[in-house]
């Protein structure tokens, strides 16, 4: 059991080989926060680490303990307006109009495995030995609301999954105002918080400033995570790198709007939470009722951000994201979104798919347009086939493309509707909108109201009725705008703050129902290309559409800023046409697919439209992918060199057994007479000697701690660890080279 409870000091400690998470409950009954960081060894007291000597100036809430401010003591899910006046993680709005609540422990349990969060995506276990649990319990005597906040911390994993759940147990309606899923308080300030931020096809940039006094926060109030921010940050120290030193992810498992935020207080200490934002937020908890709030996943490690990142990749990849897809090499699809946009005709999408069985493409995606009478403003919400584009149905298109030897995939956009369509002209009440008012549209369409089941099961009932009968492998969920005027006419006006979350669950609930009922989908998530790219989707979802930025030198920084908190595998990465339609960049096209093969490949573009020297090529790149797409989508995946700040850049993946490795370096700029590269490998057995791309060998701790020096056309030849007369690895802009090293 790797959680300990000291009865005498009621203290908590929840620990694994390298972490340690200990708390105590206080004089006034609240959870306090003690440590959190690298494993301490266990003692049945720890308050000397809580240095909570009252200031001038000060309130505190026990006339019998003048030295004891909660303005002063760190705690592990704050209130407000009892002496702490910093962000709390909660606030319950009473039928007196007051905020002010007096939680106080009342018990607690302890037990082997993970609980379910009904209705929530959330980490789990596949046996109870895996991890542990505590639930504390508190009680707000005068509301009778009870609040428990639940830890489970992984044996094998630095990983702490936190939640917490409210119920209803006295006799007045409440409403959670405020429902973070999680407050920590450290001790210190030292940190550099690490955020991933951009806007549609500029996803996931790591940015990275220093913590100071106040608050530094991200968030989301678009109704979906969202390409501007990314549900997950990392709290670094100032001199950890990638490969050394501590850092700290806190991942939300939650796909609508949130917020992450830190407050360092005036004496240095740093709060940081994370949860469902709390703008447009309220849940009215009638008598009986409960509140569970999403979960957050805490990671922990001392071995530099390339660690942490390997922590999260193992944890979303094995223990978030779910089904037979989970543990299998994704396919090699080819979709037609780039070639043909909506407008096709079963022909034209027949023949992209022949030259795709021709190169050894092994799924075939139909995007949008298929359905309704699709135009750019009309058919959402009409998910029957447009039978002049599609003459036998979704069966009809899906048994030609089997009869190819691939399997079959489609696009859908469930969560929309144009006001041009048959769902619409029925049921204008089904879109999200405010009575009276104008509506805002986003690429022409508005938003359905999933927070009313009825809606959810109108689009599950025409989903299937359209697919029933076909051989359907691949679902690519698309969402492709945010919500605005956020109003739902199912629920009543005092509950109008719940429709945001609502609406996610039922976004949720509508996956499962299609899990449930085709258990063996692989869905790709997709939001605009990756708005909702987040740990949530993942659970449905086991892979995203990363961006609709599909250069290749852009996607170098998009999947490298991914990678930092996100599975290599969770990355849908395609080889697209050039120029490409993004930026008209033209790249290479080998660079192309060294650039995809780190991901869920695959290519968006009509092969038809290709020399035949390059068929041959991409032949090539499908034989290659298969033949290692174990080892790129679940090796060990490192960063080397960062393109935010480079003109090189390199990632590379190693096996489990650290025979075998690929580097992908990737030339974003040229230069004349440039230093040298180097490489520095890491995950490689110092031990070991390794053949790189069948020529040289080199011993593993060369490779690593001297590095792997690429040959440019700017290196001298005589340089390096290569042999003089080798052709240069790469040579002008947008060039690329993998390295292929297999232990002799
Ligand atoms: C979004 C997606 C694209 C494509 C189009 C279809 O932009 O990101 O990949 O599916 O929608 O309309």
């Known amino acids: 059991m790797s959680i300990i409870f000291h009865e005498s000091t009621k203290v908590f ?12 409950v206080l004089p006034n009954g609240q959870i306090s926060q003690i440590y959190y960081g690298r494993k301490l060894r266990d003692r049945s007291d720890f308050a000397h680490l809580q240095d909570s000597t009252c200031r001038p100036c000060s309130s505190w809430p026990l006339p019998e303990l003048p030295n004891f401010s909660l303005e002063f003591t760190r705690q592990d899910y704050p209130g407000f307006g009892t002496t702490d006046f910093r962000q709390p993680a909660y606030e319950v709005l009473q039928a007196n109009g007051s905020h002010i609540t007096d939680f106080r422990y009342t018990g607690h349990r302890i037990y082997a495995g993970k609980p379910e969060l009904p209705g929530l995506p959330h980490a789990y276990v596949e046996q109870d030995s895996e991890a542990d649990t ?109 490969g050394s030193g501590e850092a700290y992810g806190f991942t939300f498992v939650y796909s609508g709007n949130f917020l992450a935020m830190a407050e360092v207080d005036t004496y240095d200490v740093t709060r940081f939470s994370m949860g469902i934002n709390p703008r447009e937020f309220s849940w009215k908890l009638s008598p009986g009722a409960e509140f569970q709030a999403p979960e957050v996943l805490l990671t922990y490690g001392n071995t530099g951000l390339n660690g942490l990142s390997q922590t999260l990749h193992t944890l979303l990849r094995t223990r978030v994201a779910r089904g037979p897809w989970r543990d299998k090499a994704r396919p090699v699809l080819l979709n037609n979104w780039e070639a043909t946009g909506m407008e096709f005709t079963e022909e034209d999408v027949l023949k992209i798919a022949r030259k795709g069985a021709e190169v050894g493409v092994e799924l075939f995606v139909l995007d949008d347009g298929w359905f309704g009478k699709r135009t750019e403003f009309s058919g959402l919400g009409d998910w029957y086939a447009d039978t002049a584009k599609l003459p036998g149905g979704v069966k009809g298109l899906a048994d030609k493309i089997n009869a190819l030897g691939m399997k079959f995939g489609i696009w859908i956009e469930p969560e929309m509707v144009n006001e041009d369509s048959d769902l619409y002209r029925a049921h204008p009440e089904y879109a999200l909108c405010t009575p009276d008012r104008r509506k805002s549209l986003g690429r022409n369409q508005l938003v359905l109201d999933f927070s009313n089941p009825e809606v959810v099961d109108c689009i599950y009932d025409q989903l299937v009725k359209s697919f029933d009968g076909a051989d359907i492998s691949y679902i690519k969920w698309d969402m492709n705008r945010s919500i605005t005027e956020c109003y739902s006419s199912h629920w009543p006006a005092d509950q109008q703050g719940e429709v945001y979350h609502r609406y996610i669950l039922g976004v949720y609930s509508l ?19 990756g708005s909702r790219f987040d740990a949530g989707m993942l659970y449905y979802a086991p892979q995203a559409w990363c961006s609709d930025d599909t250069d290749a030198a852009e996607r170098v920084r998009i999947q490298y800023g991914s990678s930092y908190g996100y599975p290599v595998c969770s990355w849908g990465a395609h080889v697209s046409v050039c120029p490409n339609q993004q930026l008209g960049r033209v790249t ?157």
């Open 13 to 24: 400690h929840l620990y694994n080989k390298h972490v340690s998470y200990i708390m105590d």
């Open 134 to 242: 505590l639930e504390i319990d508190l009680k707000d005597q005068l509301t009778g609301v009870e609040m428990t906040l639940l830890y489970t911390i992984y044996n094998r994993l630095n990983a702490i999954a936190r939640s917490v759940r409210f119920v209803n147990r006295g006799a007045e309606t409440v409403k959670l105002d405020r429902a973070m899923s999680m407050s920590v308080d450290f001790p210190d300030h030292n940190f550099e918080w690490m955020q991933f931020s951009g806007a549609w096809a500029r996803e996931r940039a790591p940015k990275v400033r220093p913590l100071e006094m106040g608050v530094t926060a991200v968030e989301s109030m678009r109704g979906c995570s969202s390409a501007h921010q990314n549900p997950f940050v990392i709290l670094k120290r100032p001199e950890t790198t990638e």
């Open 511 to 529: 996956y499962e129902k299609l899990l449930a009922k085709y258990p063996d989908l692989l869905f790709e998530s997709c939001a605009s290309g």
């Open 588 to 744: 290479p096209l080998e660079t192309r697919a060294n650039v995809a093969y780190f991901g869920a490949f695959g290519y968006e573009m009509d092969l038809n439209a290709l020399s035949d020297k390059e068929i041959e090529q991409v032949k090539g790149q499908v034989a290659f992918m298969k033949a290692h797409r174990e080892l790129f989508q679940f090796g060990t995946f490192y960063r080397i060199r960062d393109p935010f700040a480079n003109d090189k850049a390199a990632w590379m993946v190693v096996s489990q057994d650290q025979r075998e490795a690929i580097v992908g370096l990737y030339q974003l700029m040229n230069n004349v007479n440039n230093g040298y590269t180097q490489l520095p490998l890491q995950g490689l057995d110092p031990k070991l000697d390794y053949q790189v791309d069948g020529n040289e060998v080199y011993g593993g701790d060369e490779l690593m701690h001297y590095g792997l020096m690429p040959q440019d056309t700017s290196s001298h030849p005589m340089m390096g660890l290569f042999s003089p007369d080798r052709k240069p690895d790469i040579t002008g802009d947008y060039d690329s080279h993998l390295y292929h090293l297999i232990a002799k």
